[in-house]
């Protein structure tokens, strides 16, 4: 069984910044990659940034320059650094890892969510 626990979400205001944190636990053969996804009101969860386990990083062109992820390969932990925040980043933030949990199986995993809310 795996287990993905995220943590550091809240309120912020236009302009500030939060960093996001998410690890995985359990049955872990391998991590392939690590990211994170986002899903506001009304509306799909999207892709925000990805980083696999050598290092290359994908980011959706609306956070490029402002979010950076990074990754803590022995800790199998992903982090998700946000600056110059605007309100349209408001939504549920959703860590996900694509992982293999025997040299065979693999699946991906979600965590629980975070808030993370933009607002004067």
């Known amino acids: 069984q795996v287990q993905l626990v995220e943590s550091g979400g809240g309120l912020v205001q236009p302009g500030g910044s939060l960093r996001l944190s998410c690890a995985a636990s359990g049955s872990i053969f391998s991590i392939v990659n690590m990211g994170w996804y986002r899903q506001a009101p009304g509306k799909q969860r999207e892709l925000v940034a990805t980083r696999t386990s050598g290092g290359s990083s994908n980011y959706a062109d609306s956070v490029k320059g402002r979010f950076t992820v990074s990754r803590d390969n022995a800790k199998n932990t992903v982090y998700l650094q946000m600056n110059s925040l605007k309100p349209e980043d408001t939504a549920v933030y959703y860590c996900?890892?694509?992982?293999?949990?025997?040299?065979?199986?693999?699946?991906?995993?979600w965590g629980q969510g975070t808030q993370v809310t933009v607002s004067s």
């Open positions: 996900n890892a694509r992982m293999y949990t025997s040299p065979t199986d693999w699946g991906d995993y």
